[in-house]
């Protein structure tokens, strides 16, 4: 089991920045891939990046590439979000999941944390 718990998320208005932070717990950290998502009102929840266990090669969705950036720190069992020139349309719950490294299937949720921009 990997436990995820998500912070960080809150109120900001548009072009304004946050970081979330996604802590882990349980099995090896450093041994999953670890990706984000989000699930607006009324849309289906989507893959906006994913790191590798070892970091390096990450994954962005289009929408916001060049503005969102992960990271992630096996010593401290955490990932990040930094995210950059907020728009309203990224106003969403925001989940960190964990996928064994060669899997596909993301196994492991953390509970969401709320990110509103406001215009």
């Known amino acids: 089991q990997v436990q995820l718990v998500e912070s960080g998320g809150g109120l900001v208005q548009a072009g304004g920045s946050l970081r979330l932070s996604c802590a882990a717990s349980g099995r090896t950290f450093r041994n999953y891939a670890m990706g984000w998502f989000r699930q607006a009102p009324g849309k289906e929840r989507e893959l906006i990046t994913a790191i590798p266990s070892s970091g390096g090669d990450t994954y962005y969705a289009d929408s916001v590439k060049g503005r969102f950036t992960i990271s992630r720190d096996n010593a401290k069992n955490t990932v990040y979000l930094q995210m950059n020139s907020l728009k309203p349309e990224d106003t969403a719950v925001y989940y960190c999941?964990?996928?064994?490294?060669?899997?596909?299937?993301?196994?492991?949720w953390g509970q969401g944390t709320q990110v509103t921009v406001s215009s």
């Open positions: 999941a964990a996928r064994a490294q060669g899997t596909t299937r993301w196994d492991y």
